[in-house]
């Protein structure tokens, strides 16, 4: 069975500074990650995606996320803060050809200005 | 191109009532998946149709959910007699392609309430 584990309920950072969303996860075969973002009032909205090739993975909004195999994280992260990024933040794992996505329990970021 | 839709946005129901929440996916997807978030945990896989026939229904929780899909096109999904741990957000996605390489595209979802 595949899992996701998102340690921290909530995040804090100021405008500007860097920040990180941590996600671990489970999963027998080979990892596809996903990061979703969830606005107040809106639906799910994709963010960036793992499926194979360069660890470092590059999406919308200035996210970014780092595959470690060894370590089973898949971080988001940003370099430098916006007030606008606040927001509930999912990941999910898909196993290889598995429809279905599990996903953490959501991480709330919050970004102070 | 319309994104995915989904009726209605929110819904109060007692305990013991019916309700039925509707999803249409963005034209052309065959592929149509039904998660829901309760109590703030995480969102959890219900069922996933392909056309009208229903590909995985491993996380439906009991019989007294009935999802349809009748057509391949617009799908509901039917909470008979809901309870109180039914409420929760009722998300769908839909995606052209099965294969867990293929974006899921989310709606806004419903907000189920029982009391």
């Known amino acids: 069975a595949q899992s996701v584990a998102q340690p921290e309920d909530q995040v804090k950072v100021a405008e500007g500074n860097p920040l990180t969303v941590k996600c671990t996860y489970s999963v027998s075969g080979n990892p596809y990650l996903f990061w979703y973002v969830q606005y107040p009032n809106r639906g799910l909205q994709f963010l960036l995606k793992?499926?194979?090739?360069?660890?470092l993975v590059k999406g919308s909004y200035g996210f970014e996320a780092e595959f470690n195999k060894s370590q089973t994280s898949f971080h988001l992260k940003k370099p430098s803060a916006l007030v606008s990024d606040s927001a509930l933040y999912f990941c999910a794992v898909r196993d290889t050809n598995a429809g279905k996505s599990t996903f953490g329990d959501g991480t709330t970021l919050t970004v102070k200005p | 191109e319309a994104g995915v839709t989904q009726f209605p946005s929110h819904s109060v129901i007692e305990k013991g009532q019916t309700v039925t929440l509707r999803c249409d996916p963005i034209s052309g997807h065959d592929n149509l998946y039904w998660y829901r978030r309760v109590m703030g945990k995480e969102i959890k896989f219900l069922l996933h149709?392909?056309?009208?026939?229903?590909?995985?229904e491993s996380g439906m929780p009991n019989n007294r959910f009935l999802a349809e899909r009748t057509g391949g096109t617009y799908s509901t999904l039917k909470v008979q007699p809901a309870e109180l741990e039914d409420s929760g957000v009722y998300f769908c996605?839909?995606?052209?392609?099965?294969?867990?390489?293929?974006?899921?595209?989310f709606g806004p979802g419903t907000r189920l309430t029982v009391t």
């Open positions: 149709f392909v056309k009208e026939s229903k590909q995985d």
């Open positions: 793992y499926i194979t090739g360069d660890n």
């Open positions: 996605a839909s995606s052209q392609e099965g294969g867990s390489y293929y974006e899921q595209y």
